[in-house]
Each structure stands twice: as structure tokens, then as C-alpha cells.
T-cell receptor, first 117, second 113 residues
Framework: GAGVSQSPSNKVTEKGKDVELRCDPI?????LYWYRQSLGQGLEFLIY????????KSGLPSDRFSAERTGGSVSTLTIQRTQQEDSAVYLC???????????????FGPGTRLTVT | KQEVTQIPAALSVPEGENLVLNCSFT??????LQWFRQDPGKGLTSLLL?????REQTSGRLNASLDKSSGRSTLYIAASQPGDSATYLC????????????FGKGTLLTVNP
């Protein structure tokens, strides 16, 4: 079946502009995650959505970052007033529900490469 | 704070060789450990997930082991092929969660024909 898809694959934006990154999870996966991969920091957790529960936003680096998930499926990560340090690859993943005491494999999309000039 | 370390950072081997990649983590209270591969410019491909109650998992030529008490995991690749060339990452859920992955920096594997 179809995997996790992300769009756009590449995004170049000017410093100070807002950007929106989109993620379509695997059908039937109730959990959705955003991570960021940068040269200096490696892979970092950003935010986690599980069904209708309040998201875990503990990894968002600043209040310029926000994310939403509509209808329990598609998610959008928004970065306002972009800075050069936001340049990175933004990866989305999905999984089946992570039950207490257990967890499921996370399946990753191809990522969006964001370059802030 | 969970820290994940992967050794070696890079490895170059001739085709056909068996090899072992190492991963260590500082907090042994984990739910699972997951191994991924990443090809240049691509996303992550899940290879194996070992639940905390398991000691190993196998998929084809890959075998991953987990020793929670010592904070270690190994990924064994048998009869390596040039197509195995990629960066291999291990990750564990951290911060008391079963979903918030902390990743190692990865091992860059090159298999030479």
C-alpha cells in the first residue's frame, strides 16, 4: 500500500516568510509524528498526534512552529517568520496506535528539504 | 536525558563480508528499539523493531539484538551487498514515552563491489 507522503519535497523560502509543510500518513495509522533532521542536531522529535488526544508539542523549538492534524489524517506543520536556522529536512512518520506499555513501528515519509535564504 | 551512541561512525567493507553495527543508550527504561536505514537524500526506512521484552529480531540477512540491562543493541548484516550501502540509525523512545524517538547519529556503511 501507499506509504507516508510529504509535500513539497523541496522548499526554498526567504527569511521572514511563513511556510507550510504537508504530511499524508499511511491509511489507518492513528499516530502521526514530525521530526527534524539537521546537520548540527541530527534527528529531533518535534510533535506527536494520537487520534483526538491533545498533541505532544514538547519538541517544538519555538512558538514560531505549530502543527495541526485535520480529521485525524493529514497534518500540516507551519513555520512562521522563518529563520536560517530552520533550514533542515522535516520528516513525518506514522504508526498504529501506541498502546501503554507497548509501541509500534514508525514509518517515515521522504521528507521536505527546507532552505531558508 | 536519553543519549544514543552509534559506533563506528563509518564503516567500509568488501562485498560478501558479515558485519556488526553497534548502538548504545544511556537509559535502559525503554519500550523498544528500532533500526532504520537512510539512503542519501531520502527518508528513513524501518528495518527492525525489537520490543523491550524481546532479545532479537530477524529479517532476511539482518539480525538485531537487544540487551536492555547493558544498554546495547547490535545490527548484524550477513553477506553484505553494495545495495546495503546507506546510513544506519538506531532509535529508542525516550522521555518516559513510548513514541518520542531519540536517534543516534548513525553509521555510514559502504559496501565495495
Amino acid at each position: 500500500g501507499a506509504g507516508v507522503s510529504q509535500s513539497p519535497s523541496n522548499k526554498v523560502t526567504e527569511k521572514g516568510k511563513d511556510v507550510e509543510l504537508r504530511c499524508d500518513p499511511i491509511s489507518g495509522h492513528t499516530a502521526l509524528y514530525w521530526y527534524r533532521q539537521s546537520l548540527g542536531q541530527g534527528l529531533e522529535f518535534l510533535i506527536y498526534f494520537q487520534g483526538n488526544s491533545a498533541p505532544d508539542k514538547s519538541g517544538l523549538p519555538s512558538d514560531r512552529f505549530s502543527a495541526e492534524r485535520t480529521g485525524g489524517s493529514v497534518s500540516t506543520l507551519t513555520i512562521q517568520r522563518t529563520q536560517q536556522e530552520d533550514s533542515a529536512v522535516y520528516l513525518c512518520a506514522s504508526s498504529r496506535r501506541g498502546l501503554p506499555g507497548n509501541s509500534y513501528e514508525q514509518y517515515f515519509g521522504p521528507g521536505t528539504r527546507l532552505t531558508v535564504t | 536525558k536519553q543519549e544514543v551512541t552509534q559506533i563506528p561512525a563509518a564503516l567500509s567493507v568488501p562485498e560478501g563480508e558479515n558485519l556488526v553495527l553497534n548502538c548504545s543508550f544511556t537509559d535502559s527504561a525503554i519500550y523498544n528499539l528500532q533500526w532504520f536505514r537512510q539512503d542519501p537524500g531520502k527518508g528513513l526506512t524501518s528495518l527492525l523493531l525489537i520490543q523491550s521484552s524481546q532479545r532479537e529480531q530477524t529479517s532476511g540477512r539482518l539480525n538485531a539484538s537487544l540487551d536492555k540491562s547493558s544498554g546495547r543493541s547490535t545490527l548484524y548484516i550477513a553477506a553484505s551487498q553494495p545495495g546495503d550501502s546507506a546510513t544506519y540509525l538506531c532509535a529508542v523512545p525516550s522521555g518516559g514515552s513510548n513514541y518520542k524517538l531519540t536517534f543516534g547519529k548513525g553509521t555510514l556503511l559502504t559496501v565495495n563491489p
